[in-house]
């Protein structure tokens, strides 16, 4: 085998294309769409490299017209669960045995995959999938993925090269780091579809094998993925994909003797019932589980009585309304200096006055529909529920239709209390309420803020005034894992802002960074002694 030490390609961020009118990507991305509308798929599970087939199947529906069918898919049991852990293992050796160069070229290749021949169709199928617009696509399936996969890579290199700094005289200290002694499991949501290719090729860049269950939700761009995965010479069994029921796959996985550690993003109940099971089982593991989750987030932006009215208002109707709110790390708090408020809210409702609502198809939608019925009637409830509610006021949006679609309007809710409900439970939708505070108050509403919710995700605050800057900054340090200054609260790049928080939304290993592969490998060092002692007697002892 041919030896030497290796410097892989510089990561960059990928280019973000913009889809104007005319463009040459407007015109493939638009065909891409036309193309995927046309066909009914049918997909399968993949499990040792083999398509699995059942003969019961859900439906894949675009959020903004569920009438029309884009594939059905096809639904496991347990037995699959076992099937995929064991197809895991038997690949494992071979895998985490290849070398560590070999591998990153399967990602890099996966990387120009994807922003080469697959760009548009990825794109297409989160757009259909999972009602996002062609920007949203873009950053996402698009950009975002291709730089987990490019920079993941730049990591790993970083990770190898670091090595004990002293060897004295007569010895070679060295670290090396394996994968973990069993399989992962990835457990991916349905908003990004970045997210859901990271989480299980992180871990196997590092040398693990991998069950991944996709949301329901995402299964047509997963189901790509995996078409993409394989193009790139993937070895069958590193990642198994299934579709399985939560609670059933759980079921196997987590009382599985070689589970050794979860991929998680989505629901902080969910994952805190994961954590637990883990806990329950732990004498049934031959390690201790790596446990990694980013979950939900109530996330604020602040404005200070020095702000900019017109980043102020940009910043909150982006990062509150992009994709409906649907991100984790999307504003549905806001707290705005009074003086401000009445320039803020006439800016505010003149561009929502502008956004168009819509299927994804139409390039001119700003706004899509929200993911399913489940969420669309959990949002038009809350909506219900602050109409029929005197202490607080909608200015903006309040109407729902999930006739074609799961379209609920971009709605503004007004409270004079900073504890009303939808200050403080996650919407995960199109849904922002706004708190209007005395300017004199700013200290007051600093730990109001940090108080509010379990969350700590993503927050801002939007000021001139560098002291309040400052002291915002401190005092909301644990109230968000990541901090923005004169921006929304929303875009994370992978390589320049690695993204994830603390307190009810996660543990914080910040994907898109070296940390959060670190957790994906279990150090050993090594000690070599070229002339070791021939004799137990230490000097002393003469």
């Known amino acids: 085998m041919l030896k030497g030490f290796f410097n892989v390609p510089t990561a960059v961020n990928e280019p973000i294309q913009d889809y104007a009118p005319g463009s040459r990507e407007r015109e493939l991305l638009q065909s891409a769409l036309a193309e995927a509308r046309a066909v009914e798929g049918d997909i399968p599970m993949y499990i040792g490299g083999k398509a699995v087939h059942t003969d019961k199947k859900g439906k894949v529906t675009p959020p903004h017209d569920h009438q029309h069918l884009l594939a059905q898919y096809s639904i496991g049991d347990k037995t699959h669960v076992q099937q995929a852990i064991d197809a895991a293992l038997a690949a494992k050796p071979q895998w985490e045995n290849l070398a560590w160069e070999q591998r990153a070229s399967i990602f890099l290749k996966i990387a120009d995959l994807i922003a080469g021949p697959y760009r548009y169709k990825l794109n297409a199928s989160t757009m259909l999938g999972q009602s996002k617009n062609a920007y949203q696509a873009e950053i996402d399936s698009a950009c975002e993925l291709i730089d987990f996969l490019r920079f993941n890579v730049n990591y790993m290199t970083e990770i190898y090269q670091q090595q004990p700094p002293v060897s004295p005289k007569g010895v070679w200290n060295r670290v090396e780091q394996r994968p973990l002694e069993g399989f992962v499991f990835a457990l991916t949501p349905f908003n990004f579809t970045a997210i859901a290719a990271n989480l299980p090729t992180s871990a196997a860049l590092m040398g693990n094998v991998v069950v991944w269950k996709p949301a329901d939700t995402q299964v047509y761009a997963a189901n790509l993925l995996m078409e993409i995965f394989r193009e790139a010479g993937l070895p069958d069994g590193v990642i198994n994909l299934v579709y399985v029921d939560g609670p059933?796959?759980?079921?196997?996985?987590?009382?599985?003797?070689?589970?050794?550690?979860?991929?998680?993003?989505?629901?902080?109940?969910?994952f805190q019932n994961i954590w637990k099971t883990i806990g329950n089982n732990i004498h049934k593991y031959k390690t201790y589980p790596r446990i990694v989750g980013e979950t939900g987030g109530k996330d604020f932006i602040l404005v200070h009585g020095s702000a900019d009215a017109e980043v102020s208002s940009t910043a909150i109707l982006r990062g509150a309304f992009e994709y409906q709110g649907q991100k984790c790390s999307a504003a549905s708090r806001v707290y705005i200096a009074k003086s401000l408020w009445p320039s803020i809210k006439e800016l505010m409702l003149r561009d929502l006055a502008t956004f168009k609502m819509g299927g994804t198809e139409d390039f001119g939608n700003f706004i899509n529909a929200v993911i399913d019925e489940r969420s669309f009637d959990k949002l038009a409830k809350y909506i219900d529920s602050a109409k029929a509610d005197g202490s607080v006021e909608i200015i903006a949006g309040g109407?729902?239709?999930?006739?074609?679609g799961y379209f609920i309007e971009p709605t503004v809710i007004v409270a004079d209390d900073p504890k009303y409900i939808t200050m403080c439970e996650e919407l995960f939708g199109p849904v922002l309420t706004v708190f209007v505070y005395e300017d004199e108050a700013f200290d007051d509403i600093l730990t109001t803020i940090d108080s509010t919710s379990i969350y700590a995700l993503t927050g801002a605050v939007i000021a001139q005034d560098r002291y309040a800057i400052e002291k915002a900054s401190n005092a909301l340090r644990n109230a968000a894992g990541n901090f923005y200054i004169n921006d929304k609260c929303t875009g994370a790049v992978v390589g320049q802002?690695?993204?994830?928080?603390?307190?009810?939304s996660g543990t914080n290993d910040k994907a898109g960074s070296m940390i959060n592969l670190l957790r994906w490998v279990s150090p050993r060092t090594i000690k070599e002694s070229f002339d070791p002692p021939k004799d137990y007697r230490y000097p002393f002892l003469g």
């Open 248 to 270: 059933e796959a759980g079921e196997v996985i987590f009382n599985s003797p070689d589970f050794a550690g979860i991929h998680f993003t989505g629901s902080t109940a969910v």
């Open 399 to 404: 109407n729902y239709d999930k006739s074609k």
């Open 497 to 504: 802002q690695p993204f994830g928080g603390a307190r009810g």
